[in-house]
């Protein structure tokens, strides 16, 4: 029997099972079978526009529950969702309720539906269910969700997603973590990504989320481990990470450390950019070296609250790049948000990487003396017996520091700031390499902050100076001026900085 000698009612069968996923390409297999799934296409398109990107805006109060009610009424919806914000925003917050409308959390069947629902998930099946739930409604029966998230709530959620793809965790999920507020639900976390890579009969939750997007706002104050996000970097769908505000600090003492639990297990993460982050290079080589596969690395410095990382060598971090990821890295960015020491060791070399196409770095990275000379400067400073002390001139020039498959460069700065030698040692035998070495290097950019007097050097060593925001009367601060900030901040739907919450 073929497919369209089956009775109506069973093709109608049919054309429901295939939907979200299968739907659009099986009615588009015959004109028979697409004016038969006119209702379907209909409920599928309102669907598909109504849950594809959701966020924590869908309800007043509790929206991660409001979700999970809507679910509950449609299981389907599930299925739907591709894209995540959990990150509530006050505005969104401060709104309240109206007091006569329908509140499914005065409905017991309702809130026993949502339950069953859950119940029946299979992570949530296999924790404490009578425990979980019992914490869902201590979460929910909280004030101000933008102060207190539901965490166990946004956990539950997620174990039901087949088909997500882009995940924003909420505000404070950067307690989920070892010695974090909600330690308790690390284990939990990690044992629903467990089971999302566990093959099986049907889809698990979590198996196409391919991009993390931050969750903490911009901020000298604001400190979020690295360490909450580990247990997603072993998702065998994950490829890129987006993050803001991390901190992963193994040598201050008052830093967060970051650590990898499990050596057995590696990332497959190609892409990692972190904004306003402060990091070191011993907690930054525990992430590196579980994440083989990595081809894009950005990372832009930060100091934080008490004085975390007030001296940072850039040296060091990327040494332990060029150790772990010298074959694999084609684009790199090392910037400076907001540095209140000094560049303990300076950026001197990239020749490791082999496969660098791309690089986008502040003038300031440089200006410390290199790893292997011997000297540091900041709060330990150090000079071998013997040694001149090093200077700005003593940075070696941009040309003999790049490998031959470079293509494009991006050097910020804030000329004549540290020092006019700074800027010309960086750029003095260019014109030569660019003949001989650096052949493919097509762009070879000079960025300096709302002004042009770097334009003379620029033009001796015949690269481009662009301008950042000069003239404008409200210009964006000096953390946004290098071009993958900018990037990052468009793919991340805006990065939400501390003054403006």
Not at 441 to 446: G, K, P, R, V
Not at 466 to 482: H, T
Request: charged residues 25%; proline residues 6%; negative net charge.
């Amino acid at each position: 029997m073929e497919l369209l000698d089956l009775p109506p009612e069973m093709l109608d069968l049919i054309i429901d099972c295939t939907a979200p996923g299968g739907l659009e390409n099986f009615v588009l297999s015959c004109r028979t079978v697409y004016e038969r799934a006119a209702s379907q296409i209909q409920r599928h398109n309102a669907l598909k526009r109504r849950w594809s990107h959701t966020t924590s805006a869908l309800a007043r109060r509790g929206n991660i529950m409001a979700i999970m009610y809507e679910i509950s009424r449609e299981p389907i919806i599930a299925q739907y969702i591709e894209s995540l914000h959990l990150r509530s925003r006050r505005s969104e917050d401060e709104v309240g309720e109206d007091s006569d409308t329908y509140n499914f959390r005065d409905d017991n069947n309702a809130m026993e539906n949502i339950k069953d629902l859950l119940r029946y998930a299979e992570h949530y099946a296999n924790a404490n269910g009578e425990d979980w739930w019992d914490h869902i409604l201590e979460e929910d029966i909280m004030g101000d969700p933008s102060r207190t998230d539901r965490l166990y709530t946004s956990v539950a959620l997620l174990s039901l997603l087949p088909n997500l793809k882009v995940l924003q965790l909420p505000n404070r999920w950067h307690e989920v973590q070892d010695n974090g507020a909600a330690a308790t639900l690390v284990p939990n976390v990690q044992s629903l990504i467990s089971m999302s890579n566990t093959g099986g009969y049907r889809q698990k939750p979590l198996t196409l989320l391919d991009t993390i997007l931050p969750f903490a706002e911009e901020g000298f104050n604001v400190r979020a481990g690295l360490q909450c996000l580990q247990p997603f970097m072993v998702l065998e769908s994950i490829r890129n990470l987006y993050a803001v505000s991390c901190v992963a600090v193994n040598e201050d003492w008052g830093g967060i450390p970051f650590h990898w639990p499990n050596p057995s297990l590696s990332s497959p993460l190609t892409k990692v950019e972190f904004a306003y982050c402060c990091m070191d290079a011993t907690a930054l080589s525990s992430l590196l070296a579980n994440t083989p596969a990595l081809r894009v690395f950005r990372y832009s410095h930060q100091t934080k609250w008490d004085n975390l990382e007030y001296d940072w060598n850039a040296g060091e971090v990327l040494d332990t790049l060029a150790n772990y990821c010298g074959k694999t890295l084609v684009e790199i960015a090392i910037t400076i948000d907001d540095l209140h020491g000094e560049i303990v060791n300076g950026l001197s070399s990239f020749l490791r990487f082999q496969s660098l196409e791309k690089l986008e770095v502040d003038v300031e990275c440089f200006c410390g003396p290199p790893v292997e000379s011997g000297q540091r400067l900041g709060g330990d400073p150090r000079i071998p017996a013997g040694a001149e002390a090093w200077r700005h001139i003593d940075i070696p020039c941009m040309g003999d520091m790049l490998p031959p498959s470079m293509r494009e460069l991006h050097c910020n700065t804030n000329f004549p700031a540290p020092s006019k030698d700074a800027l010309k040692a960086l750029f003095k035998n260019i014109v030569d390499r660019r003949k001989d070495q650096l052949r493919n290097l097509h762009t070879a950019i000079i960025r300096q902050y709302r002004s042009s007097t770097a334009q003379e050097i620029a033009r001796n060593y015949q690269v481009i100076l662009e301008v950042f925001d000069e003239g404008i009367a409200e210009p964006r601060p000096r953390s946004m001026m290098p071009l993958w900030k900018r990037e990052f901040d468009s793919k991340v739907g805006g990065i939400v900085m501390s003054e403006a919450i």
